[in-house]
């Protein structure tokens, strides 16, 4: 399994919506293996969402993830004004 943090940016002073988490979820198909989706709207410098995908790899898990946001954004009316800026697993360093 695989969290990918996917950013949005939407109109300026307007705050994620409140569902997208949920919107995202309803919207994903079966190919994508998405198995949950968090919500951080107040992550800086652009709202986040952790998708959580089962993956055979790092690529194939962003991909999904990004499809997933994708298409949630071009079919609900909501979130029709927000775009993606960016999909990808959170690199963590080593503790030393």
């Given at each position: 399994m695989y969290l990918v943090h996917v950013q949005l940016k939407g109109p300026p002073g307007q705050a994620l919506p409140e569902h997208t988490a949920?919107?995202?979820?309803?919207?994903?198909?079966?190919?994508?293996?998405?198995?949950?989706?968090?919500?951080?709207?107040?992550?800086?410098?652009?709202?986040?969402?952790?998708?959580?995908?089962l993956a055979t790899d790092l690529d194939e898990a962003e991909r999904h993830a990004d499809l997933a946001c994708r298409r949630a954004l071009a079919r609900c009316p909501s979130l029709r004004q927000w775009r993606l800026v960016s999909a990808q697993v959170p690199l963590i360093a080593p503790f030393l």
């Open positions: 949920q919107l995202v979820l309803t919207h994903a198909e079966p190919q994508d293996r998405l198995e949950h989706v968090s919500a951080h709207p107040g992550a800086s410098p652009h709202p986040v969402l952790g998708l959580f995908l």
